[in-house]
């Protein structure tokens, strides 16, 4: 709908807008409300559907002869319309109308001093080219858009835009910097633990990989290896010697003179190579005879001390090696050789002098 008085200027207006019509037609229903009263008016535009628009042209008298001030009509119709509303003149916008080119006197007027500075300046009126292109500038009402879902980018280019939010930037800038450092410096942040935990994963991935490897050394060679503390704790023991030593509870008995004990020890062995390791720093080696379940065996260790970068021992590797079953041989062994002599001297032979 388009809406116009009966003034000059109001005429000339709607002849502009007929002049129009044709060339949207089948698009654009265009229609163009008889002259009436400020009351006729408004029931007009309140009957409009949900897919009209109106565009307010000059309108500030009725067919009466009332007149009103541009800020009332304008009012006028924004309080009985449901629908978009129009404009073609600066001086309605920013009272509720959504925007549209808008015809600016302030635009004329400034167009018109450059004219005229140059003139004083000393150019010639004649070589002043003539503007066609008007003093229309696109103009809208960022509520106006919000209410009636209008998105900014359907705009024409270089639209003016009044009421539309500011960032933060524009409305808090020192705040707004504040945080933005902030935040850099969290991502920062973020991006060294990142890097870190990576690195942290990579080492213990190695480490794992290492420690695995060194167990597995460990498990697959024919002697048993045990780590023992400065507090004659069990730390670590070999698939060797977990065989050897099934019962050893660690937790029950930390110690591992009350572990590899059956029954418990309340001390350290006799002459034990870890004590000695402990107490000097150097490798020590033993020939023990430790009770078992199953009896009494034999094991040959030998004593290694572990340093920190310090230079504090900080454990004590045992190497131990059961010799039960070499010494009983040895001892057959020596057994045969005397029952031999004894033979021998037995049938006139020549003694044979055996050492023990």
Same mark, same amino acid.
């Given at each position: 709908?388009?809406?116009?008085?009966?003034?000059?200027?109001?005429?000339?207006?709607?002849?502009?807008?007929?002049?129009?019509?044709?060339?949207?037609?089948?698009?654009?229903?265009?229609?163009?409300?008889?002259?009436?009263? &400020?009351?006729? %008016?408004?029931?007009?535009?309140?009957? *409009?559907?949900?897919?009209?628009?109106? !565009? +307010?042209?000059?309108? =500030? /008298?009725?067919?009466?002869?009332?007149?009103?001030?541009?800020?009332?009509?304008?009012?006028?119709?924004?309080?009985?319309?449901?629908?978009?509303?129009?404009?073609?003149?600066?001086?309605?916008?920013?009272?509720?109308?959504?925007?549209?080119?808008?015809?600016?006197?302030?635009?004329?007027?400034?167009?018109?001093?450059?004219?005229?500075?140059?003139?004083?300046?000393?150019?010639?009126?004649?070589?002043?080219?003539?503007?066609?292109?008007?003093?229309?500038?696109?103009?809208?009402?960022?509520?106006?858009?919000?209410?009636?879902?209008?998105?900014?980018?359907?705009?024409?280019?270089?639209?003016?835009?009044?009421?539309?939010?500011?960032?933060?930037?524009?409305?808090?800038?020192? &705040?707004?910097? %504040?945080?933005?450092?902030?935040?850099? *410096?969290?991502?920062?942040?973020?991006? !060294? +633990?990142?890097?870190? =935990? /990576?690195?942290?994963?990579?080492?213990?991935?190695?480490?794992?990989?290492?420690?695995?490897?060194?167990?597995?050394?460990?498990?697959?060679?024919?002697?048993?290896?045990?780590?023992?503390?400065?507090?004659?704790?069990?730390?670590?023991?070999?698939?060797?010697?977990?065989?050897?030593?099934?019962?050893?509870?660690?937790?029950?008995?930390?110690?591992?003179?009350?572990?590899?004990?059956?029954?418990?020890?309340?001390?350290?062995?006799?002459?034990?190579?870890?004590?000695?390791?402990?107490?000097?720093?150097?490798?020590?080696?033993?020939?023990?005879?430790?009770?078992?379940?199953?009896?009494?065996?034999?094991?040959?260790?030998?004593?290694?001390?572990?340093?920190?970068?310090?230079?504090?021992?900080?454990?004590?590797?045992?190497?131990?090696?059961?010799?039960?079953?070499?010494?009983? !041989?040895?001892?057959?062994?020596?057994?045969?050789?005397?029952?031999?002599?004894?033979?021998?001297?037995?049938?006139?032979?020549?003694?044979?002098?055996?050492?023990?």
């Amino acid at each position: 709908m388009c809406i116009s008085d009966t003034t000059v200027s109001g005429l000339s207006a709607r002849k502009a807008m007929e002049a129009v019509v044709a060339e949207y037609a089948g698009r654009v229903t265009f229609r163009f409300p008889p002259p009436g009263t &400020f009351e006729e %008016t408004r029931a007009s535009v309140a009957a *409009l559907s949900g897919h009209s628009v109106i !565009l +307010l042209n000059t309108y =500030t /008298t009725d067919s009466s002869g009332r007149a009103l001030p541009t800020k009332d009509s304008t009012r006028l119709i924004l309080s009985s319309t449901r629908v978009p509303v129009y404009g073609v003149h600066q001086n309605r916008f920013g009272e509720g109308i959504v925007g549209g080119f808008l015809l600016s006197g302030r635009e004329q007027g400034r167009q018109a001093a450059e004219m005229g500075l140059g003139i004083l300046a000393g150019e010639n009126p004649d070589t002043i080219p003539i503007r066609k292109t008007g003093t229309s500038i696109p103009m809208f009402d960022y509520r106006q858009m919000e209410r009636f879902g209008i998105p900014l980018a359907e705009l024409p280019k270089g639209s003016f835009v009044i009421h539309k939010p500011g960032s933060v930037f524009t409305t808090h800038r020192n &705040f707004a910097f %504040t945080i933005t450092g902030i935040l850099i *410096l969290l991502v920062i942040v973020l991006l !060294l +633990l990142l890097l870190f =935990t /990576t690195r942290l994963i990579r080492a213990k991935t190695a480490l794992q990989k290492s420690e695995a490897k060194t167990r597995s050394i460990l498990d697959n060679i024919g002697i048993g290896v045990s780590l023992i503390s400065p507090e004659m704790s069990i730390l670590e023991l070999n698939k060797q010697m977990r065989q050897w030593f099934p019962d050893v509870d660690p937790v029950q008995y930390p110690a591992c003179f009350r572990s590899f004990n059956y029954p418990p020890r309340e001390e350290a062995c006799d002459g034990c190579p870890v004590v000695k390791s402990f107490r000097d720093g150097k490798v020590h080696q033993a020939t023990t005879q430790t009770s078992r379940p199953e009896g009494i065996r034999n094991f040959r260790i030998v004593s290694s001390p572990v340093f920190s970068r310090s230079g504090e021992i900080w454990a004590v590797i045992e190497l131990v090696d059961d010799i039960t079953e070499q010494l009983s !041989l040895e001892a057959q062994l020596r057994q045969a050789q005397k029952m031999e002599s004894v033979g021998r001297l037995a049938g006139g032979g020549r003694p044979t002098i055996l050492t023990t």
